[in-house]
């Protein structure tokens, strides 16, 4: 089955420091890869949607320019939480679909991020 | 609005069978995935129906009906470790991916 990666699986970071979260689809192409934040108990949230080579449609209530993605291969996005504060710290989960067969997202493992 | 409805929490006996409700009113339809989320852990696929009727994959079978807007999770043979979070999400006309808000089922010995 297809294989979405995420990296680091967690990370502790100094509120105002900067983080960046990868995700790599190891055996197919994604055309369109999403990211989510979980907070404790709570569903998943869709933050933004990305295709490879454009910007990402970020949800209402995401800042963009504090939650910058991009998407320049098709087996690579990135998120860089900026600035990061306390508020921050949460799950967050990348999932990549690729351009052809039924509409699934594979999920990468997560990153769990904790801001002190 | 969009919007999916599943229970919140259900409780069973391991050994016994769970049925897990979701029902949804969407801005059309492409299908209903349905996956299970352990505990800190990324959502894993379970299933997907885009055609009524009941699509059986071992112990876990998954049941859609598109004129009511309503699919179900059956689960048999209850084992401690399918304790987690089922997820029920829909995908929309622009196959956009509407999740509900899960529901939680603990597994009593």
């Known amino acids: 089955g297809a294989v979405v990666s995420q990296h680091p699986s967690w990370v502790i970071c100094k509120s105002g420091t900067s983080v960046k979260i990868e995700c790599r689809s190891l055996?197919?192409?994604?055309?369109?890869m999403f990211w989510y934040r979980q907070f404790p108990k709570q569903s998943l949230m869709l933050m933004a949607t990305s295709n490879e080579g454009s910007k990402a449609t970020y949800e209402q209530g995401v800042e963009k320019d504090k939650f910058l993605i991009n998407h320049a291969s098709l087996t690579l996005s990135t998120l860089t939480v900026t600035s990061a504060h306390p508020e921050d710290s949460s799950f967050y989960i990348c999932s990549a679909r690729g351009a052809t067969g039924f509409h699934e997202q594979y999920f990468g493992p997560g990153t769990r991020l904790t801001v002190t | 609005g969009q919007n999916i409805d599943q229970p919140t929490e259900m409780t069973a006996t391991e050994g016994a069978i769970v049925q897990i409700n979701c029902t949804y009113q969407?801005?059309?339809?492409?299908?209903l995935f349905w996956y299970q989320q352990h505990a800190g852990e990324a959502p894993t696929f379970l299933s997907y129906n885009v055609l009524d009727g009941l699509e059986e994959k071992g112990r876990f079978s998954s049941f859609l009906s598109r004129s009511k807007g309503y699919s179900y999770l059956l689960l048999k043979e209850l084992q401690m470790k399918d304790s987690a979070s089922y997820l029920c999400a829909v995908t929309d006309s622009n196959y956009q991916l509407i999740w509900g808000a899960g529901t939680k089922l603990i597994i009593k010995p």
């Open positions: 055996d197919f192409q994604a055309t369109t």
């Open positions: 969407t801005s059309g339809f492409n299908g």
